[in-house]
Structures are given as structure tokens and as C-alpha cells.
């Protein structure tokens, strides 16, 4: 039986290979724009990254550190005390600047809270009686005062409405918060920082 051994050859003409290119470079096109979307989106909608100016959070934040926060929890209105939240203090009384604000969430909505002989105190709602906010976050020996301009508005006591949060910096002494500035309505609450970023020897959670 003969055997033949001649081969068939493939010839691909300029335009097929025209084509080819050009049908790669739309794919590699259309994966980096997908990218850059999902990267917006996410910037937009899930996290974004925050710097923290000033020594209002010593000693869990200093001035340089950039955190990251997170803005899912600002779609449902899901908090809890202990947050570190980034706060909008445009147009309230006693704050005149354009960044935001960085703090922790101390008081909850439907709560009392007093403040008295340098502590915070809670009185949840519903409850009968108030008890001593543990707060390990803080320094050794700092303590907790409304200074005269609060007192006049009454801010060492306050019943906060369903959608109301008191919030303090981590050092109390320098912070301008809701003892100044009275109590953040859910609106105002930007993120939840979550992320030490850097300085990368303090990289972690929060």
C-alpha cells in the first residue's frame, strides 16, 4: 500500500491575522476596563482609604496613619459600640472645618449616657438603671469631662433618638466630639475603619 506523505500547508492570509489582532487587543481592552469599573465601583461603594490628622484617637490612631473603611455598614445602619467611624461634622455647631472626622462610637441609639466624676456611663434603653462603660481603649488614668461649652447644651447627659450615636475620640482631654458637638445622626456616619495600613509596623486590625 503506498503511502502518501505529502502535507496539506495552512496559509493564513494578512487579514486573518488583521483580525486576530485586532480581536485580542479588544479582549485585553475590554478585561482592563472591566478592572478599572470594578476597581471605581469598590473605591465608590465598599472601601475607601482615610488618613487620620491630629492626636484625637491616641493611643489607638496617631496623626499619619492611614486606615482602611469600609461603607457596606452606612447601607443598613449596622453599628455597634466600639466603632471607629469616619463622621461628617459639616454645619454642626462647634465645627468649622471640611475633613471628616474619625471617632468611636460610644453611645447608641435609645441609650442614655452620662457622663460624670470622669466616667461614661450607660443606661440602655428600657433598663432601670445606668452602669460604667468599660472602655480598654483608653490610656491609664484618662478620664472622661464635658468642658462648660457642652454643659450649657446639656451634653453630659443625653437621651439619644433611634437614630443618634455619641461619639468620642480614644483622647478625651483634646478631642472635639459629641460632648461639643452633640449626638451624630446615622447620616453623617461615612465608614467603619477597620485597617491599620500604615505605618506598616502598626499594620492591622482595628
Given at each position: 500500500?503506498?503511502?502518501?506523505?505529502?502535507?496539506?500547508?495552512?496559509?493564513?492570509?494578512?487579514?486573518?491575522?488583521?483580525?486576530?489582532?485586532?480581536?485580542?487587543?479588544?479582549?485585553?481592552?475590554?478585561?482592563?476596563?472591566?478592572?478599572?469599573?470594578?476597581?471605581?465601583?469598590?473605591?465608590?461603594?465598599?472601601?475607601?482609604?482615610?488618613?487620620?490628622?491630629?492626636?484625637?484617637?491616641?493611643?489607638?490612631?496617631?496623626?499619619?496613619?492611614?486606615?482602611?473603611?469600609e461603607k457596606i455598614s452606612t447601607y443598613?445602619?449596622?453599628?455597634?459600640?466600639?466603632?471607629?467611624?469616619?463622621?461628617?461634622?459639616?454645619?454642626?455647631?462647634?465645627?468649622?472645618?471640611?475633613?471628616?472626622?474619625?471617632?468611636?462610637?460610644?453611645?447608641?441609639?435609645?441609650?442614655?449616657?452620662?457622663?460624670?466624676?470622669?466616667?461614661?456611663?450607660?443606661?440602655?434603653a428600657g433598663a432601670a438603671d445606668f452602669?460604667?462603660?468599660?472602655?480598654?481603649?483608653?490610656?491609664?488614668?484618662?478620664?472622661?469631662?464635658?468642658?462648660?461649652?457642652?454643659?450649657?447644651?446639656?451634653?453630659?447627659?443625653?437621651?439619644?433618638?433611634?437614630?443618634?450615636?455619641?461619639?468620642?475620640?480614644?483622647?478625651?482631654?483634646?478631642?472635639?466630639?459629641?460632648?461639643?458637638?452633640?449626638?451624630?445622626?446615622?447620616?453623617?456616619?461615612?465608614?467603619?475603619?477597620?485597617?491599620?495600613?500604615?505605618?506598616?509596623?502598626?499594620?492591622?486590625?482595628?
Amino acid at each position: 500500500m503506498k503511502r502518501n506523505d505529502k502535507s496539506e500547508s495552512i496559509e493564513v492570509r494578512p487579514e486573518d491575522r488583521k483580525t486576530e489582532i485586532i480581536s485580542a487587543s479588544l479582549d485585553w481592552f475590554i478585561a482592563i476596563a472591566i478592572g478599572i469599573l470594578a476597581g471605581v465601583m469598590l473605591v465608590i461603594f465598599v472601601v475607601q482609604k482615610d488618613n487620620v490628622y491630629g492626636d484625637s484617637m491616641v493611643p489607638t490612631l496617631k496623626s499619619g496613619y492611614v486606615v482602611m473603611t469600609e461603607k457596606i455598614s452606612t447601607y443598613i445602619d449596622s453599628y455597634h459600640r466600639g466603632d471607629i467611624v469616619i463622621l461628617n461634622g459639616s454645619g454642626m455647631d462647634g465645627y468649622n472645618h471640611e475633613e471628616y472626622l474619625i471617632k468611636r462610637i460610644v453611645g447608641l441609639p435609645g441609650e442614655t449616657l452620662r457622663i460624670a466624676d470622669g466616667r461614661v456611663y450607660i443606661r440602655e434603653a428600657g433598663a432601670a438603671d445606668f452602669y460604667v462603660l468599660d472602655e480598654p481603649y483608653l490610656e491609664q488614668g484618662v478620664e472622661t469631662y464635658v468642658m462648660s461649652y457642652g454643659l450649657d447644651k446639656g451634653y453630659d447627659e443625653v437621651t439619644l433618638g433611634d437614630n443618634e450615636y455619641f461619639c468620642m475620640g480614644d483622647n478625651r482631654p483634646v478631642s472635639n466630639d459629641s460632648r461639643n458637638l452633640g449626638p451624630f445622626t446615622a447620616d453623617r456616619i461615612k465608614g467603619i475603619a477597620f485597617l491599620v495600613i500604615y505605618p506598616f509596623n502598626s499594620f492591622g486590625s482595628i
